[in-house]
């Protein structure tokens, strides 16, 4: 009994001199909020300092916003239209405290019952990835997994240099850098320091959603497991004592009383039964909900909240929303995502939805992802983005050069010589990019013969020359109309300015002093 109580006052100490140095760490957070944090994580010092950062970020970007308010004069204070912004940004802040600093197992197995079904699947990744998250989520990765390299997860998340995401799930990608863990690959040398997560998600509730699985996973998966492992013991209790229910639908006589709803005239069902009830409905479009047994009552709402998922009744309830709004003669709007309507204000341009599974904030004249502050048609399409990325990707293979002997990649910057000597030792020549030995495959200044290589010239030239034919010919390959935005637009312009800032090499210079 001793040597628990010693033990027990040992970590109690080190949890208090945890405390202690967090609190010397982040100044401007309370204790009490650094003690929630510590005891949470459960002696992950990692996890604290990554969970204090952001909290600290956030009550500093929270700081400077009320600070610009109070400065704002008089005449610049939000109208009554603010009030819907302001609301707006508060129901997205607690969305995003649901899944970070406020995430709580319990609710999060309410909205997603069967979280690896619903985060294994590839399309949520596929679009829950985009070029706006992708620092975010390597350095989700970084910090959950200290010892493997960045390259590995950038790769492992994103193809090319265009950072395009791969088809597969976050869920997916997490095990395979636990599994390269396991087995030592892609391991450094040293832990990696814990990387503050500088990159706001800004609003993107459904990549929290699924960073917030990944970081409770195992926790998730183990209460899902316990609460399948009572309901079974339950059960089986039940069917011995002859407390079990039966649905008045498919007659199923094993239920648990609190797996059985009931309509307003007390008809037992199952949630099976009027789940598929529902279903069938909402194809049909309707909004009321009788009783299965045709008793002449209905389902009450609260009862369809507790019975249905909660996507299922999320669509019911949208549809009785909209259906609503609409005979009072309210403005109403939807998501072009998910159709999730919702009232909104003539004057604003941009969508709001407020859909669990869509959170997604869109132009209400494009129905395009909100594109503030440039206009509609300033913002490139899918088809638009493809077109131009292959252009600037053959431009981009015009001036890179490869090593015949290590395939290193590497480009000439300055108007050094033109035998080039890479770091594994292979010496090429840079206008041909062939193998060489010594400087007979070149001709020095003011030598006329044209079959070899001349050992200098002009970079700028040169450059200049390969990115524009390397342009004029993929545009050739793609639709004209679609090339929104063309990479070599500014080519002339870019290259005269370093002409005019870049100063002439000594031998650029004694050419023009000898001609002169």
């Given at each position: 009994m001793a040597e628990a109580v010693v033990k027990h006052d040992e970590h109690v100490t080190d949890f208090e001199d945890t405390v202690a140095r967090l609190t010397d760490a982040f100044p401007n957070l309370s204790v009490g909020v650094i003690r929630k944090v510590a005891t949470s994580c459960r002696r992950d010092i990692v996890k604290m300092v990554m969970r204090l950062s952001a909290i600290e970020v956030d009550e500093q970007?929270?700081?400077?916003?009320?600070?610009?308010?109070?400065?704002?004069?008089?005449?610049?204070?939000?109208?009554?239209?603010?009030?819907?912004?302001?609301?707006?940004?508060?129901?997205?802040?607690?969305?995003?405290?649901?899944?970070?600093?406020?995430?709580?197992?319990?609710?999060?197995?309410?909205?997603?019952?069967?979280?690896?079904?619903?985060?294994?699947?590839?399309?949520?990744?596929?679009?829950?990835?985009?070029?706006?998250?992708?620092?975010?989520?390597?350095?989700?990765?970084?910090?959950?997994?200290?010892?493997?390299?960045?390259?590995?997860?950038?790769?492992?998340?994103?193809?090319?240099?265009?950072?395009?995401?791969?088809?597969?799930?976050?869920?997916?990608?997490?095990?395979?850098?636990?599994?390269?863990?396991?087995?030592?690959?892609?391991?450094?040398?040293?832990?990696r320091k814990p990387t503050t997560m500088r990159v706001d998600p800004g609003e993107d509730i459904r990549l929290l959603q699924e960073l917030a699985y990944l970081e409770h996973r195992t926790d998730i998966l183990d209460c899902k497991l316990k609460k399948e492992q009572e309901k079974t013991k339950r059960r089986t209790f039940a069917k011995e004592n002859g407390s079990s229910v039966s649905c008045q639908c498919c007659f199923a006589d094993d239920l648990l009383p609190e797996e059985v709803y009931s309509c307003t005239?007390?008809?037992?069902?199952?949630?099976?039964?009027?789940?598929?009830?529902?279903?069938?409905?909402?194809?049909?479009?309707?909004?009321?909900?009788?009783?299965?047994?045709?008793?002449?009552?209905?389902?009450?709402?609260?009862?369809?909240?507790?019975?249905?998922?909660?996507?299922?009744?999320?669509?019911?309830?949208?549809?009785?929303?909209?259906?609503?709004?609409?005979?009072?003669?309210l403005t109403v709007d939807s998501c072009p995502l998910c159709n999730f309507p919702n009232t909104i204000d003539e004057r604003c341009t941009s969508f709001q939805c407020f859909n669990p599974e869509c959170m997604k904030e869109t132009c209400r004249l494009c129905k395009e992802l909100n594109h503030l502050p440039l206009r509609c048609d300033e913002v490139e399409k899918d088809e638009d983005v493809q077109a131009r990325v292959y252009v600037e990707n053959k431009m981009t293979e015009a001036i890179l050069r490869s090593c015949y002997k290590c395939k290193r990649k590497f480009v000439k910057e300055d108007n050094c010589c033109n035998k080039i000597t890479c770091i594994c030792g292979a010496v090429s020549c840079y206008v041909c990019n062939k193998p060489v030995i010594g400087y007979d495959h070149f001709i020095g200044l003011g030598d006329s013969r044209s079959e070899k290589c001349p050992l200098y010239v002009d970079m700028l030239a040169l450059h200049q020359r390969e990115l524009t034919a390397a342009a004029d010919e993929a545009k050739k390959e793609v639709d004209r109309n679609r090339l929104t935005s063309d990479p070599s637009s500014d080519l002339d312009k870019y290259f005269k300015y370093k002409r005019e800032t870049t100063p002439q090499p000594r031998w650029m210079q004694v050419i023009v002093h000898c001609t002169n």
């Open positions: 970007r929270n700081a400077k916003v009320e600070e610009s308010g109070a400065l704002m004069p008089k005449t610049e204070q939000p109208s009554t239209s603010g009030v819907g912004q302001k609301k707006r940004g508060t129901s997205i802040k607690s969305q995003v405290k649901k899944y970070t600093s406020d995430f709580n197992i319990e609710e999060f197995l309410e909205m997603f019952p069967n979280p690896e079904e619903t985060f294994r699947n590839p399309e949520r990744g596929e679009d829950v990835l985009d070029l706006t998250t992708a620092d975010y989520v390597v350095h989700f990765f970084m910090n959950k997994y200290p010892f493997i390299y960045k390259s590995h997860i950038s790769f492992l998340l994103y193809q090319g240099p265009t950072r395009q995401p791969k088809c597969k799930s976050l869920l997916k990608v997490d095990e395979e850098l636990q599994q390269a863990e396991q087995n030592d690959e892609q391991i450094m040398k040293c832990r005239n007390d008809c037992s069902f199952c949630e099976e039964c009027i789940r598929r009830s529902c279903e069938i409905k909402l194809a049909e479009g309707d909004i009321q909900f009788p009783c299965l047994a045709d008793c002449g009552s209905q389902f009450s709402w609260k009862t369809l909240q507790a019975a249905l998922p909660p996507t299922l009744f999320s669509k019911l309830s949208q549809n009785y929303t909209e259906s609503e709004i609409r005979a009072a003669g």
